[in-house]
């Protein structure tokens, strides 16, 4: 009786293994697209976006970034990026994949745990403009991944969570 248990248990554990990981070996990278219009001229979205000493006031748990090779706002350079979220600090490693001045600009991010591509398009609607955030993500080993599957809405709620933070940000006052 006690064997049938133990087997039916461990049958049981087993497949709760295969089902969480099963999403990590047959998957490829996640990805997620969102968007935000600004009620601002596009000029106006881009200064308050590139200004890096007032990330911290939309962008949530990020504490700071510092360059590490390159030049700013040049394809290759490379920065590394602090966030803090739970108590823990986070460090990753940017480097900017694509930089055009006031329209466009995409990088790819990185630690242990992960890998992103992230691309910002602005779109000038007028006196409005959008913010398209495209991101492309994976795990950057099995366990990983098929975590980053399973916790893909939390992904997307946060991307959703930033760029409404950042619309209210850029709203409350024209360039100062």
């Known amino acids: 009786m006690i064997k049938k248990i133990l087997g039916i248990l461990f049958l049981l554990i087993l497949a709760a ?43 949530e748990g990020f504490k700071g970034m510092e360059l590490i090779e390159g030049e700013p706002k040049t394809v290759g350079s490379k920065f590394r990026v602090t ?8 460090v990753m490693t940017e480097t900017m994949t694509a930089y055009d001045d006031g329209e466009h600009f995409a990088f790819d991010l990185e630690n242990d745990a992960m890998f992103s591509s992230i691309d910002f398009r602005l779109v000038d609607k007028g006196l409005s403009t959008e913010v398209v955030q495209k991101e492309k993500y994976r795990g950057q080993n099995v366990f990983w991944h098929s975590l980053f599957y399973w916790l893909k809405s939390s992904f997307v709620e946060n991307s959703r969570k930033n760029l409404n933070s950042f619309k209210k940000y850029a709203e409350k006052e024209l360039d100062k």
């Not at 966030?83 to 986070?90: L, R, V």
Request: charged residues 35%; negative net charge; aromatic residues 12%.
């Open 83 to 90: 966030f803090e979220s739970g108590g823990e600090e986070i």
């Open 17 to 59: 293994v295969v089902v969480f990981f099963a999403p990590g070996v047959l998957s490829g990278d996640l990805e997620n697209e969102t968007r935000v219009v600004v009620n601002r001229p596009k000029d106006h979205v881009w200064k308050k976006f590139e200004d890096e000493s007032k990330m911290g006031e939309w962008l």
